[in-house]
């Protein structure tokens, strides 16, 4: 057994004096028991390389004070750094071995963290791990702090017995090097104890990037469906979300595992769909052997889900309204007058679409807002409105192609099993409808592709006009309704000399005058021949 000197050499807090009232002095070769322990301002406790110190209650580090673990520091109780800065705990390695629920509080740099404890660890303030984070049992909890593993760290969970809960709204967040060799990867051994504990790792491959100073990629999850009304029928629920700091230029492969209790509906129906920012993006299918999403190449992170597949469909459609025979493309007034709105404006009667599509800015070269709807029947005739399939709102562009929110991407339909022939429906707030008069073919890449103004016989029924070699939408339906009656030149009427993005503005130039009055009368008593 050790002497007294012996001891209070090891426990020496700067001041010259040893604090050994609170040791329970149970000390035999390189073991020492803490029965309760504290450290002065200004003083450091130092646990020497070889040396394996148990600390039984709380172990406090005062601010000012230094904890510098060179050997083993085992507690049984809660850690308190109250250092108000990132403190560095030694280059040794720190195990949380209690019988009941365990917390470390405060800014702590740790190299080797090890949980033992099976009723668990909550990192109750900012916690970077440089060395290995090894698990042998128990769940780390993040709540809404953050735990960093740094550039080497290493870690050993894998289990629903041992993985970091990132239930909450702190991430798990992994450091790479700043000049790593490709592919790199990291397998986030995460997880919600939300309930019955359950794993569901995230495994993150880097093919290319540049990682900056402070990078770090990170994960956090929810144990839940992602709020968002276009997910239905087939989908998880179960959502995690991506983030990172000082990467860019990068090319990743992200996969996901979830469990078979996530599944809502037809887990073979299910694609790892990008949810947000909008608009969705859909991924790979799922692989329902290993119960896995995948998204590659990604180029910026978000959050991802599993939800039903999608479909994308380049689409081209022209307008009577702002038709430039000139130029033989639409013209863009409102979008260079500022009169577009920033959301789409069909959530209002007759359309009474509440879809969410909406920017921060429009795009370039886009005419204005449309909808599409898609039916799916045997013919045209019998694509009613009964059986609509989906809706969307999107942007079309002077050339007549129309594209998502990005102003560039082929429009996306998400949660859509298409069984029969497929049937767009174009929809403007003051121009007729049109319909395709044939079933919607995909091209060589797998998206659904037609022209709407390439021929009289693209359009069903007579509701459309030839303007040049292209067939338009007949513009002056101010209310929507379908039919160009008098209502709409009551409507002109009101609207009259006013600017705006106003109904009675047939020609979409921002104001209602006499040139659009002109375009009610050309086409007068005209209804839309969609069924």
């Known amino acids: ?60 580090v005062q601010s000012g004070t230094t904890l510098d673990v060179q050997g083993t520091l085992i507690l049984k109780k809660n850690l308190l750094n109250e250092n108000s800065s990132s403190n560095s705990l030694g280059n040794g390695l720190i195990e949380f071995a209690g019988s009941e629920a365990q917390s470390i509080k405060g800014l702590n740099i740790i190299e080797n963290l090890r949980i033992n404890n099976s009723a668990g660890l909550t990192i109750a303030g900012e916690t970077r791990v440089n060395g290995e984070l090894k698990f042998k049992a ?28 990132a239930g909450g709204t702190g991430e798990f967040r992994k450091e790479f ?4 060799g490709f592919p790199l990867s990291f397998t986030y ?43 239905t029928g087939s989908y998880l629920k179960r959502y995690w979300t991506l983030g990172q700091a000082a990467i860019t230029s990068f090319s990743c492969n992200a996969s996901f595992r979830y469990l078979t ?25 799922t692989n329902t052997g290993t119960h896995q999403l995948a998204a590659n190449g990604l180029t910026s992170f978000s959050t991802f ?118 049937f767009p429906v174009i929809i403007h707030r003051n121009h007729l409808a049109i319909m ?15 022209n709407f103004s390439s021929g009289a016989d693209q359009i069903f029924g007579s509701g459309k006009k030839q303007l040049g070699s292209l067939w338009c939408m007949i513009t002056a339906d101010a209310n929507g309704d379908g039919t160009i009656q008098t209502i709409d030149k009551t409507m002109w009427v009101s609207q009259f000399n006013q600017d705006g993005y106003l109904g009675a503005d047939f020609n979409l130039d921002g104001t209602v005058q006499t040139s659009d009055k002109t375009k009610w009368v050309l086409n007068f008593n005209i209804d839309s021949t969609v069924p």
């Open 305 to 422: 889900t599993g939800s039903r597949g999608g479909f994308d469909a380049n689409l081209t459609a022209f307008l009577e309204g702002p038709y430039n025979s000139g130029t033989g493309n639409m013209n863009t007034t409102l979008k260079t007058s500022g009169l577009i709105p920033l959301s789409q404006p069909y959530n209002v009667s007759p359309w009474n679409y509440a879809g969410p599509e909406s920017v921060a800015g429009i795009p370039n070269d886009v005419v204005d807002w449309v909808l599409i709807e898609y039916r799916q029947a045997d013919i045209a005739s019998n694509a009613t409105s009964a059986t609509v399939l989906k809706r969307r709102a999107a942007f079309l562009k002077q050339d007549g192609s129309i594209v998502e929110t990005d102003g560039s991407s082929a429009v996306r339909v998400y949660n859509s099993a298409i069984s029969s022939n497929l």
């Open 177 to 180: 090097p700043s000049s790593p």
């Open 436 to 450: 395709a008069n044939s079933g919607v073919a995909k091209d060589g890449t797998g998206k659904y592709v037609y």
């Open 189 to 231: 051994p995460v997880g919600d104890a939300t309930g019955t504990p359950e794993y569901s790792p995230v495994s993150l491959t880097f093919a290319s990037g540049t990682f900056g100073s402070g990078n770090y990629a990170g994960v956090k999850l929810v144990n839940d469906k992602y709020p968002n009304d276009s997910i």
């Open 138 to 165: 128990g769940i780390i909890t993040l709540g809404s702090n953050n735990l960093l593993l740094g550039p080497a760290a290493v870690d050993s969970g894998g289990s629903a017995a041992s993985m970091v809960d």
């Open 1 to 60: 057994m050790y002497c007294i000197e012996k001891i209070t050499d090891m426990y020496n807090f700067g001041n010259g004096r040893p604090h050994l009232k609170f040791l329970l002095i149970l000390a035999m070769a390189n073991l020492l028991v803490i029965n309760a322990s504290y450290a002065q301002t200004g003083g450091r406790l130092v646990i020497g390389s070889g040396a394996i110190i148990t600390s039984v209650n709380d172990l406090s």
């Open 261 to 285: 209790a996530d599944v809502t509906g037809t887990e073979g129906s299910l694609f790892c769909t990008r949810v947000d920012p909008s608009p969705l993006i859909t991924y790979n299918a």
